[in-house]
Nanobody
Framework: QVQLVESGGGLVQAGGSLRLSCAAS????????MGWFRQAPGKERAFVAA????????HYADSVKARVTISRDNAKNTVYLEMNSLKPEDTAVYYC?????????????????WGQGTQVTVSS
């Protein structure tokens, strides 16, 4: 079992930046691929970015590719999502998720563990 706790969300003006963190605890001896998703009001939870267990591979949604960087520090059991040039349409609850194995995936169903989410609000 793995527990994931997101932090770093908040209110930011358009054009600003935020760095989200996701701390993992529990069975972290097994390294997981990690992903970030977001859910805006009235919309489905959507893929944002993913990173392999080693950090050597990453994948991004086209809508954020130029503005977002995912990274991880396995010594700290933490995954990060750096977001720049934020737009009001980036407003959402951001979730991190852990996938026990396989190739990087954008599908929610492939992720085994989820955090509770952190709210990001971008004002215009």
């Amino acid at each position: 079992q793995v527990q994931l706790v997101e932090s770093g969300g908040g209110l930011v003006q358009a054009g600003g930046s935020l760095r989200l963190s996701c701390a993992a605890s529990g069975r972290t001896s097994i390294l997981y691929n990690m992903g970030w998703f977001r859910q805006a009001p009235g919309k489905e939870r959507a893929f944002v970015a993913a990173i392999s267990w080693s950090g050597g591979r990453t994948h991004y949604a086209d809508s954020v590719k130029a503005r977002v960087t995912i990274s991880r520090d396995n010594a700290k059991n933490t995954v990060y999502l750096e977001m720049n040039s934020l737009k009001p349409e980036d407003t959402a609850v951001y979730y991190c998720a852990a996938d026990r194995g396989g190739p990087l995936t954008t599908l929610r169903i492939d992720y085994d563990y989820w955090g509770q989410g952190t709210q990001v609000t971008v004002s215009s």
